[in-house]
């Protein structure tokens, strides 16, 4: 039987959608789902957080056009990312649909820029900071990818980079729909958020390891070589639950959101599943574990605000 997974380009799928699956593999998929859970959740805590959660169900429009929003931002950086990265995938993933000429560049680039444009707009509707936040979370999507900036190219900025858009930029963005950003309680769980991206954002360099280094991209294992930078990752993983932990020392969070200590077992994953792959992922055990986590701090911290 043909391999169903990624690697094979989803001939099942393809088979009944055909081109279509192309386009929808530029987003990869299962990256942007936390992001729909960010933003569907993220205004969920705030009006939880300020004490009005019935409004969720009379708001469920905004919560649900939130979310598709910070996904379609999502799936405009892998879009980018895909036509950026033509060179480099055609060493390490030849299976992606520009690295092997099923798509162009032009048509992935035409199809980023139709996403922003629909992206910045909804979210522009939506309310002026959030608009704005959204549009810096693009720019940053858009431009660690593509010249003149091309952040991924630069280490350690290339980590911070993605953790900050990824980390405290959509907390903040979600909050401004309905509350006060200049409120402690997004930039903590932001900051949470950060360092747990910047602690596993690398895994997904991993297989690229070559092709990175021919193409003058520095990563974290480029840069210290995989095992190396593996045992840094799993040196570093404490960081995001000593943070909490201060928080809460600081009573800055109420002790509901120790309940973020259950992402312990993910990162115990993380630590173990970095050189660990199957058909069904594009990277490592790791790479996947990061975005379960990033989706799990969303919901960790309504169920943490509802029991307090």
Not at 204 to 219: G, L
Not at 242 to 252: K, S
Request: net charge positive; with cysteine; proline share 6%.
């Amino acid at each position: 039987m043909d391999d169903p997974g990624i690697k094979s380009g989803y001939p099942l799928a393809r088979k009944y959608f055909g081109r279509l699956v192309d386009y929808v593999m530029l987003t990869r998929p299962f990256t942007i789902l936390p992001a729909f859970i960010a933003g569907c959740f993220g205004v969920m805590i705030q009006l939880a957080w300020d004490g009005t959660a019935d409004r969720i169900l009379t708001e469920w429009a905004t919560i649900v056009y939130v979310g598709i929003t910070l996904m379609l931002g999502q799936a405009v950086g892998q879009i980018f990312n895909n036509a950026a990265d033509v060179g480099p995938d055609k060493m390490s993933k030849p299976y992606r649909p520009v690295a092997n000429g099923r798509v162009s560049v032009n048509e992935a680039m035409g199809l980023g820029l139709a996403l922003t444009l629909i992206a910045v707009g909804r979210a522009l509707t939506l309310g002026a900071m959030f608009g704005a936040i959204v549009s810096v979370i693009l720019f940053m999507a858009i431009f660690y990818n593509l010249e003149p900036i091309r952040a991924k190219r630069w280490f350690p900025w290339n980590l911070m980079w993605m953790a900050t858009s990824r980390g405290v930029l959509p907390f903040l963005a979600t909050w401004s729909l309905f509350g006060d950003i200049a409120d402690p309680l997004p930039w903590i769980l932001g900051t949470f958020t950060t360092l747990w991206v910047i602690n596993w954002q690398a895994a997904k360099d991993f297989p690229d390891v070559e092709a990175d280094r021919a193409y003058q991209i520095k990563t974290l294992p480029v840069k210290y070589g995989a095992k190396r930078a593996a045992r840094y990752m799993v040196y570093l993983s404490p960081i995001p639950f000593a943070f909490l932990w201060v928080m809460y020392e600081l009573e800055l969070v109420q002790v509901t959101f120790l309940l973020l200590f259950l992402l312990v077992p993910v990162a115990v994953l993380n630590c173990i599943g970095m050189f660990r792959t199957t058909k069904y992922l594009e990277n490592n055990i790791t790479w996947a574990g990061m975005y379960i986590g990033l989706a799990m701090i969303y919901i960790l911290a309504i169920i943490a605000i509802s029991l307090g």
